[in-house]
Protein backbone atom coordinates (compact mmCIF):
# COMPACT_ATOMS: atom_id res chain seq x y z
CA UNK A 1 0.00 0.00 0.00
CA UNK A 2 1.54 3.66 -0.79
CA UNK A 3 2.11 5.65 2.11
CA UNK A 4 -0.70 8.07 3.23
CA UNK A 5 0.74 11.59 2.94
CA UNK A 6 1.03 13.56 5.98
CA UNK A 7 3.33 16.29 5.40
CA UNK A 8 4.31 18.60 2.26
CA UNK A 9 6.95 17.25 0.29
CA UNK A 10 8.08 14.36 -1.90
CA UNK A 11 6.91 10.73 -1.69
CA UNK A 12 8.81 7.70 -3.27
CA UNK A 13 6.58 4.50 -4.00
CA UNK A 14 8.52 1.35 -5.63
CA UNK A 15 6.06 -0.03 -8.07
CA UNK A 16 6.68 -3.57 -9.83
CA UNK A 17 7.73 -3.34 -13.43
CA UNK A 18 6.11 -6.36 -14.33
CA UNK A 19 8.66 -7.21 -17.17
CA UNK A 20 10.01 -11.02 -16.92
CA UNK A 21 13.48 -10.91 -17.72
CA UNK A 22 14.35 -13.95 -20.13
CA UNK A 23 17.47 -15.28 -19.42
CA UNK A 24 20.00 -16.80 -21.95
CA UNK A 25 19.92 -20.73 -22.18
CA UNK A 26 23.28 -22.45 -21.90
CA UNK A 27 25.24 -23.36 -24.95
CA UNK A 28 28.43 -25.10 -24.02
CA UNK A 29 27.47 -27.95 -22.15
CA UNK A 30 28.58 -31.54 -23.49
CA UNK A 31 28.21 -34.98 -23.09
CA UNK A 32 30.12 -37.69 -24.27
CA UNK A 33 29.37 -41.08 -25.02
CA UNK A 34 32.00 -44.24 -24.95
CA UNK A 35 33.61 -47.31 -23.04
CA UNK A 36 35.52 -46.55 -19.60
CA UNK A 37 37.12 -48.48 -17.30
CA UNK A 38 34.62 -48.24 -14.30
CA UNK A 39 31.64 -46.85 -13.38
CA UNK A 40 27.35 -46.61 -14.01
CA UNK A 41 26.36 -48.37 -17.60
CA UNK A 42 23.69 -46.28 -19.42
CA UNK A 43 23.63 -43.71 -16.80
CA UNK A 44 24.90 -40.36 -17.53
CA UNK A 45 26.80 -38.83 -15.02
CA UNK A 46 27.33 -35.00 -14.51
CA UNK A 47 31.02 -33.54 -14.26
CA UNK A 48 32.39 -30.10 -13.90
CA UNK A 49 36.83 -31.19 -13.94
CA UNK A 50 38.92 -34.28 -15.71
CA UNK A 51 39.20 -35.23 -11.62
CA UNK A 52 35.09 -35.94 -11.62
CA UNK A 53 36.11 -38.31 -14.78
CA UNK A 54 38.81 -40.00 -12.94
CA UNK A 55 36.65 -40.68 -9.99
CA UNK A 56 33.90 -41.72 -11.05
CA UNK A 57 35.31 -43.64 -14.31
CA UNK A 58 38.58 -44.31 -13.25
CA UNK A 59 40.60 -42.21 -15.71
CA UNK A 60 42.46 -42.29 -18.74
CA UNK A 61 42.16 -45.97 -20.50
CA UNK A 62 44.66 -46.94 -23.79
CA UNK A 63 41.79 -49.32 -24.79
CA UNK A 64 39.42 -46.04 -25.08
CA UNK A 65 39.10 -42.50 -26.74
CA UNK A 66 36.01 -41.55 -24.46
CA UNK A 67 38.87 -40.50 -21.47
CA UNK A 68 41.13 -38.47 -23.63
CA UNK A 69 38.21 -36.76 -25.46
CA UNK A 70 36.73 -35.91 -22.24
CA UNK A 71 40.49 -34.37 -20.88
CA UNK A 72 40.72 -32.21 -24.04
CA UNK A 73 36.92 -30.33 -23.59
CA UNK A 74 37.93 -29.47 -19.98
CA UNK A 75 41.83 -28.71 -21.39
CA UNK A 76 40.04 -26.36 -23.94
CA UNK A 77 37.81 -24.51 -21.95
CA UNK A 78 34.85 -26.43 -21.31
CA UNK A 79 33.40 -26.53 -17.75
CA UNK A 80 30.27 -28.57 -17.82
CA UNK A 81 29.70 -32.13 -18.63
CA UNK A 82 28.12 -34.88 -19.33
CA UNK A 83 29.34 -38.43 -19.23
CA UNK A 84 27.77 -42.06 -20.37
CA UNK A 85 29.31 -45.31 -20.12
CA UNK A 86 28.21 -47.66 -22.53
CA UNK A 87 28.76 -51.35 -22.47
CA UNK A 88 30.99 -52.00 -25.28
CA UNK A 89 31.73 -49.88 -28.63
CA UNK A 90 28.96 -51.79 -30.46
CA UNK A 91 26.83 -49.78 -32.57
CA UNK A 92 23.74 -51.08 -30.57
CA UNK A 93 24.81 -50.15 -27.44
CA UNK A 94 25.86 -46.65 -28.60
CA UNK A 95 22.65 -46.53 -29.91
CA UNK A 96 21.29 -47.57 -25.88
CA UNK A 97 23.31 -44.72 -24.74
CA UNK A 98 22.37 -42.10 -26.66
CA UNK A 99 18.34 -42.84 -25.65
CA UNK A 100 19.86 -43.02 -22.06
CA UNK A 101 20.74 -39.22 -22.43
CA UNK A 102 16.87 -38.12 -22.59
CA UNK A 103 17.43 -37.00 -18.72
CA UNK A 104 20.53 -35.11 -19.88
CA UNK A 105 20.29 -31.41 -20.41
CA UNK A 106 23.00 -30.58 -22.86
CA UNK A 107 23.68 -28.91 -25.86
CA UNK A 108 27.02 -30.40 -27.14
CA UNK A 109 27.35 -34.12 -28.24
CA UNK A 110 30.32 -35.90 -28.97
CA UNK A 111 30.84 -39.73 -29.65
CA UNK A 112 34.58 -40.07 -29.73
CA UNK A 113 36.04 -41.91 -32.95
CA UNK A 114 32.60 -43.35 -33.87
CA UNK A 115 31.95 -43.32 -37.83
CA UNK A 116 29.20 -45.80 -37.78
CA UNK A 117 26.82 -43.91 -40.62
CA UNK A 118 23.61 -45.23 -38.26
CA UNK A 119 24.84 -44.26 -35.23
CA UNK A 120 26.06 -40.72 -36.03
CA UNK A 121 22.27 -40.82 -38.15
CA UNK A 122 20.35 -41.64 -34.76
CA UNK A 123 22.87 -39.02 -32.77
CA UNK A 124 22.17 -35.73 -35.28
CA UNK A 125 18.50 -37.17 -34.81
CA UNK A 126 18.54 -36.65 -31.12
CA UNK A 127 20.71 -33.15 -31.43
CA UNK A 128 17.86 -32.11 -33.94
CA UNK A 129 15.11 -33.26 -31.10
CA UNK A 130 16.97 -32.06 -28.00
CA UNK A 131 18.18 -28.34 -29.95
CA UNK A 132 21.97 -29.08 -29.29
CA UNK A 133 24.83 -29.56 -32.04
CA UNK A 134 26.47 -32.54 -33.09
CA UNK A 135 30.60 -32.99 -33.53
CA UNK A 136 31.87 -35.52 -35.35
CA UNK A 137 35.43 -36.92 -35.98
CA UNK A 138 36.27 -37.30 -39.25
CA UNK A 139 36.50 -41.36 -39.79
CA UNK A 140 39.89 -42.83 -38.23
CA UNK A 141 40.41 -44.37 -41.96
CA UNK A 142 40.40 -40.64 -43.45
CA UNK A 143 44.41 -40.57 -43.40
CA UNK A 144 44.31 -37.52 -46.33
CA UNK A 145 42.79 -34.76 -47.92
CA UNK A 146 41.22 -37.43 -50.85
CA UNK A 147 40.05 -40.22 -48.23
CA UNK A 148 38.09 -38.00 -46.73
CA UNK A 149 37.44 -35.63 -49.55
CA UNK A 150 35.36 -39.92 -50.50
CA UNK A 151 33.68 -39.96 -47.16
CA UNK A 152 32.32 -36.62 -46.98
CA UNK A 153 30.76 -37.57 -50.41
CA UNK A 154 29.37 -40.66 -48.62
CA UNK A 155 26.70 -41.73 -46.95
CA UNK A 156 28.42 -42.47 -43.52
CA UNK A 157 28.49 -38.74 -42.18
CA UNK A 158 24.89 -36.97 -41.00
CA UNK A 159 23.58 -34.48 -43.89
CA UNK A 160 22.55 -32.23 -40.97
CA UNK A 161 22.70 -28.18 -40.06
CA UNK A 162 22.70 -29.56 -36.14
CA UNK A 163 26.06 -31.36 -37.10
CA UNK A 164 29.74 -30.46 -38.21
CA UNK A 165 32.45 -32.67 -39.01
CA UNK A 166 36.10 -31.95 -37.84
CA UNK A 167 39.48 -33.40 -39.94
CA UNK A 168 41.82 -34.60 -38.88
CA UNK A 169 42.60 -36.38 -36.20
CA UNK A 170 45.07 -34.72 -33.37
CA UNK A 171 48.07 -35.89 -31.39
CA UNK A 172 47.80 -35.26 -27.57
CA UNK A 173 50.22 -35.83 -25.11
CA UNK A 174 49.31 -38.91 -23.31
CA UNK A 175 49.90 -39.42 -19.34
CA UNK A 176 50.02 -43.32 -19.59
CA UNK A 177 53.37 -43.26 -21.89
CA UNK A 178 55.11 -40.25 -20.07
CA UNK A 179 53.80 -37.74 -22.68
CA UNK A 180 54.49 -39.38 -25.54
CA UNK A 181 52.55 -38.14 -28.42
CA UNK A 182 48.86 -40.13 -28.86
CA UNK A 183 46.68 -40.17 -32.11
CA UNK A 184 43.37 -38.95 -30.92
CA UNK A 185 40.25 -37.50 -32.35
CA UNK A 186 39.31 -33.96 -32.35
CA UNK A 187 35.93 -34.06 -31.12
CA UNK A 188 36.50 -33.30 -27.21
CA UNK A 189 39.33 -30.38 -28.19
CA UNK A 190 36.39 -29.21 -30.82
CA UNK A 191 33.68 -29.21 -27.68
CA UNK A 192 36.34 -27.52 -25.16
CA UNK A 193 37.19 -24.47 -28.29
CA UNK A 194 33.38 -23.97 -28.43
CA UNK A 195 32.66 -23.23 -25.06
CA UNK A 196 36.14 -20.62 -24.90
CA UNK A 197 34.93 -18.80 -28.08
CA UNK A 198 31.15 -19.12 -26.47
CA UNK A 199 32.35 -17.30 -23.01
CA UNK A 200 34.68 -15.00 -24.70
CA UNK A 201 33.27 -13.81 -27.59
CA UNK A 202 29.04 -15.01 -27.79
CA UNK A 203 27.76 -17.93 -29.58
CA UNK A 204 27.58 -15.39 -32.60
CA UNK A 205 31.17 -16.08 -33.15
CA UNK A 206 32.73 -18.89 -35.19
CA UNK A 207 35.18 -21.06 -33.30
CA UNK A 208 37.85 -20.99 -35.67
CA UNK A 209 40.67 -18.59 -37.09
CA UNK A 210 43.74 -17.60 -35.43
CA UNK A 211 42.18 -17.30 -32.14
CA UNK A 212 40.85 -21.09 -32.56
CA UNK A 213 44.38 -22.71 -31.28
CA UNK A 214 43.97 -26.31 -29.55
CA UNK A 215 45.02 -26.70 -26.06
CA UNK A 216 47.02 -29.69 -25.93
CA UNK A 217 47.08 -30.60 -29.55
CA UNK A 218 50.30 -31.83 -29.73
CA UNK A 219 50.74 -31.71 -33.26
CA UNK A 220 48.09 -33.13 -36.16
CA UNK A 221 47.92 -35.99 -38.19
CA UNK A 222 47.82 -34.32 -41.79
CA UNK A 223 49.62 -31.24 -42.42
CA UNK A 224 47.15 -29.36 -44.87
CA UNK A 225 47.74 -27.23 -48.04
CA UNK A 226 45.22 -24.28 -48.55
CA UNK A 227 44.48 -26.12 -51.73
CA UNK A 228 43.43 -29.05 -50.11
CA UNK A 229 41.22 -27.19 -47.41
CA UNK A 230 39.59 -25.29 -50.36
CA UNK A 231 38.55 -28.30 -51.57
CA UNK A 232 37.17 -29.86 -48.14
CA UNK A 233 34.88 -26.97 -47.14
CA UNK A 234 32.70 -27.15 -50.06
CA UNK A 235 31.86 -30.58 -48.94
CA UNK A 236 31.45 -29.17 -45.13
CA UNK A 237 34.47 -30.58 -43.71
CA UNK A 238 36.27 -28.32 -41.08
CA UNK A 239 39.82 -28.44 -41.48
CA UNK A 240 42.83 -28.70 -38.59
CA UNK A 241 45.93 -26.54 -39.60
CA UNK A 242 49.19 -25.51 -38.21
CA UNK A 243 49.72 -21.70 -38.42
CA UNK A 244 53.26 -19.87 -37.50
CA UNK A 245 53.44 -18.34 -35.03
CA UNK A 246 49.85 -19.79 -33.18
CA UNK A 247 50.23 -23.20 -33.54
CA UNK A 248 47.24 -25.45 -34.28
CA UNK A 249 44.05 -23.83 -34.95
CA UNK A 250 40.54 -24.89 -36.62
CA UNK A 251 40.44 -23.18 -39.96
CA UNK A 252 36.42 -23.64 -41.09
CA UNK A 253 32.96 -23.24 -39.48
CA UNK A 254 31.09 -25.42 -41.74
CA UNK A 255 28.04 -27.55 -40.45
CA UNK A 256 27.75 -30.78 -42.69
CA UNK A 257 24.13 -29.19 -44.44
CA UNK A 258 25.57 -26.63 -46.97
CA UNK A 259 23.01 -25.93 -48.77
CA UNK A 260 20.41 -24.51 -45.96
CA UNK A 261 20.35 -21.07 -44.84
CA UNK A 262 22.21 -22.69 -41.70
CA UNK A 263 25.72 -23.34 -43.50
CA UNK A 264 27.56 -22.44 -40.75
CA UNK A 265 28.24 -23.16 -37.58
CA UNK A 266 27.66 -19.83 -35.03
CA UNK A 267 24.34 -18.93 -37.26
CA UNK A 268 22.43 -22.22 -36.36
CA UNK A 269 24.16 -22.44 -32.91
CA UNK A 270 22.90 -19.25 -32.58
CA UNK A 271 19.44 -19.82 -33.69
CA UNK A 272 19.01 -22.19 -31.02
CA UNK A 273 20.45 -20.52 -28.56
CA UNK A 274 17.27 -18.12 -29.04
CA UNK A 275 15.09 -20.75 -30.05
CA UNK A 276 15.66 -22.31 -26.07
CA UNK A 277 16.30 -18.84 -23.89
CA UNK A 278 12.94 -17.40 -25.45
CA UNK A 279 11.28 -20.95 -24.95
CA UNK A 280 12.34 -20.95 -21.35
CA UNK A 281 11.47 -17.32 -20.75
CA UNK A 282 8.05 -17.73 -21.75
CA UNK A 283 6.89 -20.45 -19.69
CA UNK A 284 5.10 -18.38 -17.38
CA UNK A 285 2.62 -17.51 -19.93
CA UNK A 286 0.75 -21.26 -19.88
CA UNK A 287 -2.62 -20.77 -18.58
CA UNK A 288 -2.40 -16.68 -18.48
CA UNK A 289 -5.46 -15.31 -20.02
CA UNK A 290 -4.46 -15.28 -23.83
CA UNK A 291 -5.29 -11.84 -25.38
CA UNK A 292 -3.28 -8.70 -25.88
CA UNK A 293 -1.94 -7.46 -22.40
CA UNK A 294 -0.46 -11.55 -22.15
CA UNK A 295 1.42 -10.46 -26.37
CA UNK A 296 2.10 -7.23 -25.02
CA UNK A 297 3.83 -8.20 -22.12
CA UNK A 298 5.58 -11.39 -24.04
CA UNK A 299 6.84 -8.38 -26.62
CA UNK A 300 8.38 -6.26 -23.91
CA UNK A 301 10.03 -9.40 -22.66
CA UNK A 302 11.19 -11.12 -25.38
CA UNK A 303 12.06 -7.77 -27.58
CA UNK A 304 14.72 -6.65 -24.31
CA UNK A 305 16.27 -10.05 -24.75
CA UNK A 306 16.84 -9.62 -28.84
CA UNK A 307 17.60 -6.20 -27.82
CA UNK A 308 20.19 -6.89 -25.78
CA UNK A 309 21.70 -9.15 -27.98
CA UNK A 310 21.61 -6.75 -30.75
CA UNK A 311 23.66 -4.47 -28.24
CA UNK A 312 26.46 -7.08 -27.77
CA UNK A 313 26.68 -7.74 -31.33
CA UNK A 314 24.87 -10.95 -31.91
CA UNK A 315 23.40 -9.88 -35.25
CA UNK A 316 23.81 -7.54 -38.74
CA UNK A 317 21.88 -4.17 -39.02
CA UNK A 318 22.87 -1.10 -37.85
CA UNK A 319 19.25 -0.38 -36.13
CA UNK A 320 17.05 -2.96 -34.09
CA UNK A 321 14.49 -2.67 -36.85
CA UNK A 322 17.41 -4.01 -39.55
CA UNK A 323 18.56 -5.84 -36.98
CA UNK A 324 15.73 -8.71 -35.34
CA UNK A 325 11.67 -8.45 -34.48
CA UNK A 326 10.00 -9.78 -32.21
CA UNK A 327 5.68 -10.22 -33.31
CA UNK A 328 2.97 -11.33 -30.56
CA UNK A 329 -0.22 -10.60 -31.70
CA UNK A 330 -3.41 -10.69 -33.14
CA UNK A 331 -2.22 -11.69 -36.37
CA UNK A 332 0.45 -14.57 -35.00
CA UNK A 333 -2.36 -15.69 -32.49
CA UNK A 334 -5.74 -15.48 -34.27
CA UNK A 335 -8.93 -16.37 -32.74
CA UNK A 336 -9.27 -20.00 -33.90
CA UNK A 337 -5.70 -20.53 -31.73
CA UNK A 338 -6.89 -18.66 -29.11
CA UNK A 339 -9.81 -21.30 -29.21
CA UNK A 340 -7.32 -24.23 -29.04
CA UNK A 341 -4.82 -23.02 -26.38
CA UNK A 342 -2.09 -21.88 -28.95
CA UNK A 343 -0.20 -18.52 -28.10
CA UNK A 344 2.44 -18.25 -30.87
CA UNK A 345 5.39 -16.10 -31.00
CA UNK A 346 7.41 -15.18 -34.08
CA UNK A 347 10.93 -14.18 -33.73
CA UNK A 348 13.62 -13.42 -36.46
CA UNK A 349 17.27 -11.90 -36.70
CA UNK A 350 19.85 -11.57 -39.15
CA UNK A 351 22.91 -13.23 -38.59
CA UNK A 352 26.05 -13.07 -38.98
CA UNK A 353 28.57 -15.12 -41.22
CA UNK A 354 31.85 -15.57 -41.03
CA UNK A 355 34.19 -13.92 -43.28
CA UNK A 356 35.74 -17.15 -44.80
CA UNK A 357 36.84 -15.25 -47.85
CA UNK A 358 39.02 -11.86 -47.43
CA UNK A 359 40.11 -10.54 -50.68
CA UNK A 360 43.12 -7.83 -50.77
CA UNK A 361 43.66 -6.17 -53.56
CA UNK A 362 47.36 -4.64 -54.68
CA UNK A 363 47.54 -2.28 -57.29
CA UNK A 364 51.02 -1.61 -58.62
CA UNK A 365 51.44 1.92 -59.67
CA UNK A 366 52.94 1.71 -63.81
CA UNK A 367 54.89 5.51 -62.68
CA UNK A 368 57.40 6.15 -60.20
CA UNK A 369 55.25 7.78 -57.31
CA UNK A 370 55.83 11.11 -57.10
CA UNK A 371 56.67 11.87 -53.45
Keep these: MPPTPSYPGVYVQEVPS ?12 AAFLGTALQGPIDKAVRISRFSDYEHVFGGLSGDSELGYAVRQFFLNGGADAWVLRTEDAAPT ?57 QAAAGA ?18 DPLK ?3 PRLAPPCGTIAGLYARTDGARGVWAAPSG ?9 SLAASLTDN ?34 Y ?49 QGAFQGGTPRDAYFVKCDGETTTQNDVDQGMLNIVAGFAPLKPAEFVVIRIAQPAGRIQA
Design 18 to 29: GARPIAGAPTSI
Design 210 to 218: TEARLAGVV
Design 228 to 261: EIGSLSPLGVNCLRTLPGHGPVCWGARTLQGASE
Design 263 to 311: KYVPVRRLALFVEQSLRGGTQWAAFEPNDEPLWAQIRLNAGAFMHALFR
Design 178 to 180: NGA
Design 93 to 149: AQRRGLRALRDADFNLLCLPAVAQGGVLADAASCCEERRAFLIVDAPGAATDPASMA
Design 156 to 173: ALPGSDHAAVYYPWVHVS
